[in-house]
């Protein structure tokens, strides 16, 4: 008799339905018994966890792209996400990874060729205020980041972050003591500083003089190596791309900023020298020198043409051997201006 009986399956729309309203009810945190509330959020866990199925599918089976465009459109239409950014602290830490991947893939999935999480996240801006300041609380900092970061693959979103106030606070969430948490800002840093090309061309160029002073005080001659290797990294990153070359040309006519670089390619770590390198390079490269820079590249001469000679990469490396050649015949044809 029970099989006639069966519940009909949930379809991916009364999921987020029940989720939904599970939600509602925990970020009111009506007074309901403790029994009571403990078995409303184990009901919201497992919805949670059978909406990562269906995104994501599971070990019987893929993704089915129609539940999966179903499951989005609803979740969308109200305000789910809100209410799942805001409730995750009162989830455990297993809902709270699943509901990270359930917000982290739902930024991917379009419905009749459009991004309906951009459009939402674009009325809802200030959602990324919320994940922004996670940074600051170590049980969700590793999940709110993690949600940013696929929330920054919309260039609108990634433009709000870059022109906002937050931008600043990334300088010190990348020095948090907590080593996984100080990573992942950095990590979401990066992703700020390259994922979106013109976006990035134009803060750098708004910005220009506040962020270099931050990123060359607060992370190129920080007192911590690793951040010290991630930060000179990115800089090449940053000041090679082609669409950030008016800031690399600004960049390398600053004698503080060839301090600083002449400073990192004397450290006793490799790869920071190697790093360093790159971004040297470029103001050897530089065919309209300020005299400054010209000056100083003059009296260090011998020092840098000494280093240059013992200068090896791990393995051998064509290209760094060819732009090796290349600064040494640039600085030993210097004359001083």
């Known amino acids: 008799m029970k099989a006639l009986f069966k519940p009909k399956p949930k379809t991916p729309a009364d999921l987020v339905r029940q989720t939904r309203d599970l939600l509602i009810l925990a970020d009111r945190g009506t007074d309901t018994k403790e029994s009571k509330r403990e078995e409303k959020m184990m009901e919201l866990s497992k919805l949670i966890r059978d909406l ?57 999935q379009q419905v009749q060729s459009r991004l309906i999480a951009c459009d939402y996240l674009e009325k809802n801006i200030d959602l990324m205020d919320t994940l922004i300041a996670g940074y600051e609380n170590t049980d969700l900092a590793l999940h709110y980041g993690a949600m940013l970061r696929e929330c920054i693959r919309h260039q609108s ?36 500083l390259t994922r979106h090309k013109s976006t990035v061309s134009e803060f750098l160029s708004k910005n220009y003089d506040w962020f270099f002073a931050e990123y060359n005080s607060k992370l190129l001659e920080s007192t911590n190596y690793i951040t010290r290797r991630q930060a000179v990294k990115l800089l090449g990153d940053i000041l090679l791309d082609r669409s950030n070359s008016a800031v690399m040309t600004r960049y390398v006519s600053s004698r503080d900023n060839l301090r600083i670089l002449m400073n990192l390619l004397r450290e006793s770590s490799k790869s920071i020298q190697i790093e360093a390198f790159h971004v040297f390079k470029l103001f050897a490269a530089n065919q309209n020198k300020p005299p400054d820079i010209v000056s100083i590249l003059v009296t260090n001469r011998s020092k840098l043409l000494r280093l240059f000679a013992d200068f090896k990469t ?18 030993a044809a210097l004359e001083p201006k």
């Open 52 to 108: 990562k199925s269906v995104l994501y599918g599971d070990s019987e089976s893929e993704p089915v792209s129609e539940a999966c465009t179903q499951l989005t459109q609803e979740f969308f239409r109200e305000n789910t996400l809100r209410l799942l950014i805001t409730c995750l602290p009162k989830l455990n830490l297993e809902t709270r990874k699943d509901a990270t991947q359930v917000v982290a893939n739902l930024q991917r």
């Open 314 to 331: 791990e393995k051998e490396d064509e290209q760094f051997e060819a732009d090796k050649a290349l600064v040494v015949k640039e600085i």
């Open 157 to 192: 979103v990634a433009r709000y972050v870059l022109e906002s106030e937050h931008m600043k606070k990334f300088f010190d969430f990348i020095q948090l003591p907590n080593f996984d948490i100080a990573s992942d800002a950095a990590a979401t840093f990066k992703e700020l």
